[in-house]
């Protein structure tokens, strides 16, 4: 399910985004980004929509994934119903 962002507290989205951003552990290339720089990123993508916030039942956990991989995600599970 998709939460969305604008309705988190900013603290709380803050502290969303920076968990996330140190579990991935990206490579950023030669150039070292900061973590307010990561998170400005991530912020930067919720808001233009090519990431969201998705809340898993099963897993009762919160993470940030590319729109697309999400709504492929969904369409697997509903040919699965089908």
């Known amino acids: ?10 603290e709380i989205l803050t502290s969303v985004i920076e968990a996330f951003v140190l579990r991935e552990g990206t490579d950023y290339g030669e150039q070292e980004r900061t973590l307010e720089q990561k998170v ?12 969201v916030l998705v809340w898993s039942e099963l897993h009762e956990t919160l993470n940030i994934m590319p729109r ?3 709504r492929a995600g969904e ?8």
Request: no cysteine.
């Open 1 to 10: 399910m998709i939460i969305p962002w604008k309705e988190l507290d900013a």
């Open 40 to 51: 400005d990123d991530v912020r930067r993508q919720l808001k233009s929509g090519d990431v």
């Open 68 to 70: 697309g991989q999400f």
């Open 75 to 82: 369409e697997e599970r509903q040919d699965d119903w089908n």
